[in-house]
C-alpha cells in the first residue's frame, strides 16, 4: 500500500500546480477511495488555471476521471453500496467519479432540470481545500475519497480509455441533445469546433441516424479534422480555406436551399455564435454546449432569431442519466473505438500536470489525460 498519494494542487491562477503528497486516506463511513486510472485535462481546468474562471486556491482540480474502487467505507458495504444511477459497486470496480450531484430537491430538480440544480454548487467536492482531511478531493490525484453516491460504475467490456475519451464531453453534448429533441433521420447537423466537443458531437450526431453531419473546423491542427472524418463527419469545412459566406452557401445548398436543421457549437469561441445562427432553417435548433469561460459578448443578429424563430438553446452541466446514455453509446460503437483512441493524443502523471495543461491550453491536445 502506497504510504504516500502524490496530487497536483492549484494554488493560485497562471502559476505552476504544486506536487503535494498525502497520507493514503481511509474511506469516510458513507464512502470510497478511488485509485486512479486516468483524469481527464478539460479546456474548463485550463480556464481555471489561467485565471478566467475565479477559483480559490489550493484545490485538486480534475473534474473528469476514471479509477478502481480500492475501499469502500462501514456504512455502505453491507448489504451493497450504490452509485449515482443506484447500480451497486464493490472494491475493483471500475468507476467514473463526479464532483458535483444535483440535490435532487430543488425546483429545477424536481421539474426535469436536475443539471442545472439551484444546489449544483453546493454539492461541488473538488472545490474543497485540500489542506482538510481527507484532502484528495479532486482528479489530479494518485488517490480520490468520495461519497459513493458520487461514483459512476462504468459498464462491463467498456475499455477505460474509450470510456476516458469524451468524459466530460460527451454527457455534455448528450444534455445538449435532450435539450434539442434529439437528432431524427431528416435532421441536418452542423458542428462548430473540432475538440472533444466537437468531435463527440460529430460521432454522436452520425451515430444517431443523422441526415448529414458536416463539422466546421481548422486545419491548423490536421489531426482534429481527419478524426472528424473519421468519427462520422460526411463533410469538413476548414475555417483557413473557407470564407463564413462559403460555407453557409454549402450549408444552404447541401439542405435543399433551406439551411440546418441543428448547429451544435463546442468550439468556444463566442465569433462561431453569429456564424452558427446564420447557417439555421427556420425554426432551427442551436445547442450552445461549448462556451464555458466567458469570452466576451458578440452582437447577436436579433431580427433574425425573431423572424425566423430560431431556438437557442443554453447547455450546461449535465446529469447522470445523460453520463449513463454515453458510457452505453461508447460501449455500443466498438468500430469508432480506434478513431477514439487516436483522440488522446497526450499522457501526462500528476508531477506532469502542468505539461498536460499546456497541451491542452495550446491546441496540442486533443484529449490529455493525466494517468498514474
Ligand atoms: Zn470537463
Ligand atoms: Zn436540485
Not at 158 to 163: F, N, R
Request: proline share 8%.
Amino acid at each position: 500500500m502506497a504510504a504516500e498519494v502524490k496530487a497536483a494542487v492549484f494554488e493560485r491562477a497562471q502559476e505552476p500546480l504544486a506536487i503535494r503528497t498525502y497520507p493514503t486516506p481511509d474511506a469516510e463511513p458513507d464512502g470510497a477511495v478511488v485509485d486512479l486510472v486516468s483524469s481527464g485535462i478539460c479546456g474548463t481546468d485550463v480556464h481555471i488555471w489561467e485565471g478566467a474562471i475565479p477559483f480559490v486556491g489550493p484545490l485538486i482540480l480534475g473534474h473528469e476521471f476514471l479509477g478502481r474502487v480500492r475501499a469502500l467505507g462501514p456504512c455502505v458495504r453491507e448489504p451493497v453500496a450504490k452509485d449515482c444511477m443506484g447500480q451497486p459497486v464493490k472494491v475493483g470496480d471500475l468507476v467514473a467519479v463526479n464532483v458535483i450531484e444535483p440535490c435532487g430537491a430543488c425546483r429545477l430538480c424536481q421539474t426535469g432540470g436536475a443539471a442545472s440544480c439551484l444546489n449544483l454548487m453546493d454539492s461541488m467536492t473538488y472545490t474543497r481545500s485540500p489542506d482538510e482531511p481527507p484532502h484528495l478531493f479532486g482528479g489530479y490525484a494518485e488517490m480520490t475519497v468520495c461519497p459513493t453516491r458520487y461514483l459512476h460504475r462504468i459498464p462491463d467490456g467498456l475499455p477505460p480509455d474509450i470510456a476516458a475519451t469524451f468524459l466530460c464531453a460527451g454527457p455534455t453534448v448528450v444534455r445538449g441533445i435532450v435539450y434539442a429533441g434529439g437528432i431524427g433521420p431528416d435532421d441536418h447537423v452542423v458542428v462548430q469546433g473540432s475538440g472533444p466537443v466537437g468531435l463527440f458531437a460529430a460521432l454522436y450526431a452520425s451515430k444517431s441516424g443523422a441526415a448529414s453531419v458536416t463539422l466546421i473546423g481548422s486545419s491548423s491542427r490536421p489531426l482534429r479534422l481527419e478524426l472528424a472524418s473519421l468519427l462520422g463527419a460526411g463533410q469538413v469545412l476548414d475555417i483557413r480555406t473557407t470564407s463564413p459566406e462559403e460555407r453557409a452557401r454549402v450549408i444552404k445548398d447541401g439542405t435543399g436551399g433551406i439551411g440546418a436543421d441543428i448547429v451544435i457549437e463546442g468550439s468556444g469561441s463566442p465569433d462561431a455564435v453569429p456564424e452558427g445562427l446564420n447557417l439555421l432553417r427556420p425554426r432551427g435548433r442551436y445547442v450552445l454546449a461549448g462556451q464555458y469561460s466567458d469570452r466576451g459578448a458578440v452582437p447577436l443578429p436579433v431580427h433574425q432569431i425573431t423572424f425566423s424563430a430560431l431556438q437557442l438553446l443554453g447547455s450546461a452541466q449535465f446529469t447522470a442519466e445523460d453520463r449513463e446514455t454515453y458510457l452505453r453509446f461508447m460501449l455500443g460503437v466498438p468500430e469508432a473505438w480506434d478513431a477514439i483512441r487516436r483522440a488522446i493524443t497526450h499522457r501526462v502523471t500528476v508531477e506532469q500536470s502542468d505539461q498536460g495543461l499546456r497541451a491542452v491550453r495550446l491546441g496540442e491536445a486533443i484529449k490529455a489525460l493525466l494517468v498514474p
